[in-house]
């Protein structure tokens, strides 16, 4: 009898510590994208996407497009504001699928916002209702690598 007891009593243990707030794991909670990087009203002398891949690396610009993708970081793609959405052939018209994929590599360019040499660890989708589609601009400092891919360190962001 003292066994079913203890038996008991150690099964009652284990359920109540396995149903503490200690012991159910936490999702890492994202941080919102700060502030300081929003800017109230469109930033002048915006060029589109092809005009700003063409700077040089190391050149601070400010590029006006239309958010293609978001990461998991503080990242997404821009893409030149000269290509329509394709909303009647596109589950998903920001892939732009009614347009050839070269021309649309071509016209994007990847944004990030740095926490030191790596992508911040908070999300852009939603902040400032920023979704897919949404034209911005954004400023920030080129860098191209040795096969021409370029990409935007950004220091701020606007709706247009």
């Given at each position: 009898?003292?066994?079913i007891k203890a038996t008991a009593a150690l099964a009652l243990l284990v359920a109540s510590a396995s149903c503490s707030s200690e012991s159910v794991p936490v999702a890492k909670e994202t941080s919102a994208m700060p502030e300081s990087l929003w800017a109230a009203a469109p930033m002048a002398d915006a060029v589109d996407v092809l005009l700003a891949k063409q700077s040089s690396s190391g050149e601070v610009v400010v590029?006006?497009?239309?958010?293609?993708?978001f990461g998991d970081l503080a990242t997404f793609r821009l893409v030149d504001s000269s290509f329509p959405p394709c909303t009647d052939l596109c589950a998903t018209p920001w892939d732009f699928c009614c347009e050839d994929p070269s021309d649309i590599a071509a016209a994007t360019i990847n944004v990030e916002f740095l926490e030191g040499d790596f992508p911040a660890s908070?999300?852009?989708?939603?902040?400032?209702?920023?979704?897919?589609?949404?034209s911005v601009c954004v400023k920030g400092t080129i860098h191209t690598d040795e096969a021409g891919n370029a990409r935007?360190?950004?220091t701020s962001i606007a709706k247009l």
């Amino acid at each position: 009898m003292n066994f079913i007891k203890a038996t008991a009593a150690l099964a009652l243990l284990v359920a109540s510590a396995s149903c503490s707030s200690e012991s159910v794991p936490v999702a890492k909670e994202t941080s919102a994208m700060p502030e300081s990087l929003w800017a109230a009203a469109p930033m002048a002398d915006a060029v589109d996407v092809l005009l700003a891949k063409q700077s040089s690396s190391g050149e601070v610009v400010v590029v006006k497009g239309q958010l293609q993708d978001f990461g998991d970081l503080a990242t997404f793609r821009l893409v030149d504001s000269s290509f329509p959405p394709c909303t009647d052939l596109c589950a998903t018209p920001w892939d732009f699928c009614c347009e050839d994929p070269s021309d649309i590599a071509a016209a994007t360019i990847n944004v990030e916002f740095l926490e030191g040499d790596f992508p911040a660890s908070w999300a852009l989708k939603g902040a400032h209702g920023l979704d897919h589609l949404t034209s911005v601009c954004v400023k920030g400092t080129i860098h191209t690598d040795e096969a021409g891919n370029a990409r935007l360190s950004a220091t701020s962001i606007a709706k247009l």
